[in-house]
Nanobody
């Protein structure tokens, strides 16, 4: 079992940037990891996911070209660099992990096994 703790959220203006981090309590080599978000009154959605060695990534269409997911297995960490932020990016952002059994494909929140408690990103206009 792995515990996940997110950090790096905050208040940022439209067009600004943030870097979210997720620290895992155990080695992350076995896991597909991802970032998800949930805005008030909306369902949790996938933002981006990355396979065990970082060679493959997937992104939700609205964040392509603006967000970059990366990982450092030596530090048991996952990152999300957010740029070109928009008000609609405002949400609680969650880090999650699942044991990788197959090639990385479309990931939905229900696929994930372990979750952090989230970090709030607020984009002001």
């Amino acid at each position: 079992q792995v515990q996940l703790v997110e950090s790096g959220g905050g208040l940022v203006q439209v067009g600004g940037s943030l870097r979210l981090s997720c620290a895992a309590s155990a080695p992350t080599l076995r896991y597909i990891m991802g970032w998800f978000r949930q805005a008030p009154g909306k369902e949790r959605e996938t933002v981006a996911a990355i396979n065990w060695n970082g060679a493959a990534t997937v992104y939700e269409d609205s964040v392509k070209g603006r967000f970059i997911i990366s990982r450092d297995n030596a530090k048991n960490s996952l990152y999300l660099h957010l740029s070109g932020l928009k008000p609609e990016d405002t949400a609680v952002y969650y880090c999650a992990a699942k044991v990788q059994k197959n090639t990385l494909a479309t990931i939905v929140p229900g696929d994930m096994e372990y979750w952090g408690k989230g970090t709030l990103v607020t984009v002001s206009s």
